[in-house]
């Protein structure tokens, strides 16, 4: 696992850190997912979540406020109070709490059964977990999922960030998404910020949660050193 930073501009600190999965030469995590069979789906996704806490555990510092965002997939959890049940051994044996943790969901295709995804966000939430949507305005993840049940938190897919500061089109969206996210009470995050002018537009739509290269490179299986805003306050 590689940990990438979440900044909160509001409070000017790091809110949590995202595991993202790594190979051990360094690979990506589109690179090792390919090599996932269907059949392995399940056991991944298990040992992908313990292995997070395992880290976190001894990475976070300690007295700090601090989420460990997972991802998921969807397919993989047949059964949503079962599939947790090594999540809720591992968070207990390293005094992991359940609040801290997030997890987020993404799927490349389309997900058929939004009823089971909506079983598993209540199943999850009955347990302290937030949870989020991933790549929010890329693919499937769209405003239909939002129509169906709202998650805690959004994050907008690096696409419609990238270049925000000079794009009339992607202002407009962002702005659209920013609004029906407030409605709804949803929590929203921009992912995959590589400027400032990005970073310093978007804060100025009122989003206080930020990832991306800007602030931190992932690190894997440490917490990278986190770049700052020069002036937290003029973002504001």
């Known amino acids: 696992m590689a940990f ?8 000017d600190r790091v809110w949590g850190y995202e595991a993202l999965v790594r190979g051990l030469s360094g690979e990506g995590a589109f690179e090792v997912l390919a090599k996932v069979s269907p059949a392995q789906k399940y056991r991944f ?3 992908c979540r313990v292995k997070a806490i395992e880290l976190a555990a001894r990475l976070f510092p300690a007295g700090e406020d601090l989420r460990l965002s997972i991802n998921f997939m969807p397919g993989a959890v047949y059964e949503p109070a079962a599939c947790l049940r090594a999540t809720l051994r591992a968070a207990a044996r390293h005094s992991f709490p359940t609040s801290s943790i997030m997890f987020e969901f993404t799927e490349n295709e ?11 966000i209540t ?7 937030t949870t989020a949507v991933d ?20 994050k907008i897919d690096m696409k419609l960030i990238r270049g925000v ?3 009339p089109a992607r202002r407009a969206v962002i702005a659209g998404i920013v609004h029906i996210a407030r ?13 400032e002018a990005e970073f310093r537009f978007l804060a ?7 990832q991306g290269y800007w602030f931190a490179e992932p690190a894997f299986e440490e917490l990278p050193r986190l770049h700052l805003p020069s002036s937290p306050a003029a973002a504001s």
């Open 204 to 210: 100025g739509q009122g989003i206080r949660l930020f």
């Open 165 to 167: 500061d000079s794009s």
């Open 123 to 129: 199943e999850y939430r009955k347990h302290g977990f």
């Open 110 to 120: 389309e997900i058929a059964d939004t009823h089971h995804l909506e079983r598993i």
């Open 135 to 154: 790549d929010f305005g890329a693919g499937h993840a769209g405003l239909g999922l939002l129509v169906d049940f709202q998650p805690d938190l959004l």
């Open 183 to 195: 409605e709804l009470g949803v929590t929203v995050l921009a992912e995959g910020i590589e400027t």
């Open 4 to 11: 990438q930073p979440i900044y909160d501009a509001g409070g």
């Open 45 to 47: 996704d298990q040992d």
